[in-house]
């Protein structure tokens, strides 16, 4: 089928083409041993047989070229990530067979979970290690078998160091990428609470909490208010397109035992609205911030006029400004909160295992 077929049926479909896409790039690089050309890229003959030599991916290459003939920015990007990945000097010689999903990355996230299983560890794979493609040499087909997480993890910062095994995460790019190693073995950087930043309006859909780190910050809310779903938090780095991952709140929330109004609460004042008005007001003075009567009337006729589900509007703001009231009066717990999210978001946990870092 093709990818245009399905395009709207898997919000996942072009994480799928563009990383399939950077493993057939690298491909090319390494059977032609020089810098990546859109042109390079571009060519079928090159594609298919860079394609066929080297990648292990789970979609086919009909696909990828027709998505990389469709998608010019995404080529770019390609082309420049796969040069910077060349020219960063963790990539040695010109071995390697580049996987996605499929190929030794399939065993990797297997062996990961096996361990963590045995040992009772709660953690995701993306959290344990972010690579969204993996890149192996032909003396690295088979993985050794390990007793510990721990253990598994030295075997990956070894190999990342001997160029044998490499987890590679991608971001999209417009200008010269950077790429970095993420060494899980370094000490941690900690992050501390800061306060609520004071919103564009009254009625937002959440909050923004303030760091010590003026670049970073964390968006609180319900990213699906139409369904009522529960609170998520999205670290933001200023200046950088990239998220650095969603976390859910439910954790924190039940360690601290932090209210949360209901969703059957808030459906009982549906018919009166303004009682839930009344709550978002006071709440952000809780927060740190007063607002006028003017203001609010005027912010509230801008949030009806969005035609919001009004019961998943409501639990989304006022649940987050539940939190942003916790953390203003509990600034030790708000502290804590804040350095393990940022410290799981960027996969940087206790567990977690060495990385290179395109972006």
């Given at each position: 089928m093709r990818y245009k077929e399905y395009l709207n049926e898997s919000a996942s479909l072009t994480t799928t083409l563009q990383e399939s896409l950077h493993c057939v790039g690298l491909g090319i690089s390494q059977m032609t041993n020089s810098n990546l050309t859109q042109q390079m890229l571009l060519n079928g003959e090159l594609f298919t047989s860079a394609f066929d030599k080297y990648c292990k991916v789970d979609i086919g290459v009909n696909?990828?070229?027709?998505?990389?003939?469709?998608?010019?920015?995404?080529?770019t990007s390609v082309v420049n990530n796969v040069n910077a990945l060349r020219q960063s000097g963790w990539l040695k010689g010109n071995n390697y067979l580049f996987n996605r999903t499929k190929g030794i990355m399939d065993d990797v996230y297997s062996t990961f979970n096996i361990l963590k299983s045995k040992q009772k560890i709660r953690l995701s794979n993306d959290k344990w290690n972010p690579g969204d493609i993996w890149v192996n040499t032909s003396s690295m087909r088979v993985l050794p078998t390990f007793e510990t997480l721990q253990e598994y993890n030295s075997f990956i910062s070894s190999a990342l160091q001997d160029g044998t095994l490499i987890g590679i995460s991608l971001k999209k790019t417009k200008g010269k990428p950077k790429v970095l190693f993420v060494d899980q073995g370094s000490d941690k950087e900690y992050v501390s609470f800061k306060g609520i930043k004071k919103p564009k309006s009254v009625f937002n859909t959440g909050i923004t909490v303030l760091t010590d780190n003026p670049k970073l910050s964390l968006n609180v809310r319900s990213f699906r208010t139409s369904t009522r779903s529960a609170i998520t938090s999205e670290l933001q780095l200023k200046g950088s397109a990239a998220r650095h991952g969603k976390k859910t709140l439910s954790g924190y929330i039940k360690k601290y035992?932090?209210?949360?109004?209901?969703?059957?609460?808030?459906?009982?004042?549906?018919?009166?609205?303004?009682?839930?008005?009344?709550?978002?007001?006071?709440?952000?003075?809780?927060?740190?911030?007063?607002?006028?009567?003017?203001?609010?009337?005027?912010?509230?006729?801008?949030?009806?006029?969005?035609?919001?589900?009004?019961?998943?509007?409501?639990?989304?703001?006022?649940?987050?400004?539940?939190?942003?009231?916790?953390?203003?009066?509990?600034?030790?717990?708000?502290?804590?909160?804040?350095?393990?999210?940022?410290?799981?978001?960027?996969?940087?946990?206790?567990?977690?295992?060495?990385?290179?870092?395109?972006?």
């Open positions: 696909d990828i070229f027709e998505f990389a003939q469709t998608n010019p920015s995404w080529v035992k932090i209210p949360q109004m209901t969703v059957k609460q808030i459906q009982s004042y549906e018919d009166d609205p303004q009682h839930l008005i009344n709550m978002v007001t006071s709440l952000w003075k809780d927060n740190g911030y007063n607002f006028s009567e003017r203001q609010i009337q005027k912010d509230w006729e801008t949030r009806k006029s969005h035609g919001d589900d009004t019961v998943g509007y409501f639990r989304s703001i006022i649940n987050s400004l539940q939190i942003g009231q916790f953390m203003m009066q509990n600034k030790g717990h708000a502290n804590d909160i804040m350095s393990h999210i940022y410290l799981e978001a960027s996969s940087m946990g206790e567990y977690s295992s060495d990385f290179i870092k395109v972006y």
